[in-house]
């Protein structure tokens, strides 16, 4: 019964979204759209142009809302969409790419809700969840303990310069008294 809910929410969602948001991929030119603490989503499509973008968001875990009024102006589709803009410099030329929008100040490891509104028009809901990331300082880069091959090959390695050590003073001793 709860998965019969489910899937007529999501057709309900779907069925009235006029336009889709969704995060960026490696196959849109970025390595994630995930951070510990923004999401990278896609732009509306340029047939908005020249509206202004307000992005309705809520953080499902604090049941905290947000929104984001006129945080842009959707860009006509003679040119790339924007916000996120990636350069490549070649010798000859520069080109740049506009990719998808950059939603910031996060918390780590939620989960969220983001809509697009554009003047009457409404895109898909999307849930999508920042990064779960462990405090650097709780990080223990020290070494933990010596293993019994680390001290092995330590002694080797310092039996070895003393003999190398040795025989060189001796070489040097002998041609020097040899002549």
């Known amino acids: 019964m709860r998965t019969m809910f489910i899937f007529f929410g999501i057709l309900f969602t779907l069925s009235n979204a006029e336009f889709q948001v969704s995060l960026l991929k490696e196959s849109d030119g970025v390595v994630t759209g995930r951070f510990a603490d923004s999401l990278l989503l896609s732009l509306p499509p340029c047939a908005l142009a020249t509206q202004s973008v307000t992005l309705e968001y809520n953080n499902t875990d604090t049941n905290e809302s947000k929104t984001l009024v006129n945080i842009f102006k959707v860009l006509p589709c003679r040119f790339r969409r ?19 929008y950059q939603v910031t100040n996060l918390t780590t490891g ?8 554009v003047g009457a028009e409404k895109s898909n809901i999307l849930e999508v969840s920042t990064r779960q990331v462990k405090d650097h300082n709780q990080i223990d880069s020290g070494l933990p303990a010596c293993s019994g091959a680390m001290m092995v090959t330590t002694v080797i390695l310092s039996v070895s310069m003393f003999i190398l050590l040795v025989a060189l003073i001796f070489t040097v001793a002998h041609s020097l008294g040899g002549d």
């Open 82 to 100: 924007d916000i996120i803009s990636t350069i490549e410099n070649n010798a000859q030329f520069t080109t740049s790419r506009n990719l998808g």
């Open 110 to 117: 939620s989960t969220y809700r983001f809509q697009y509104v």
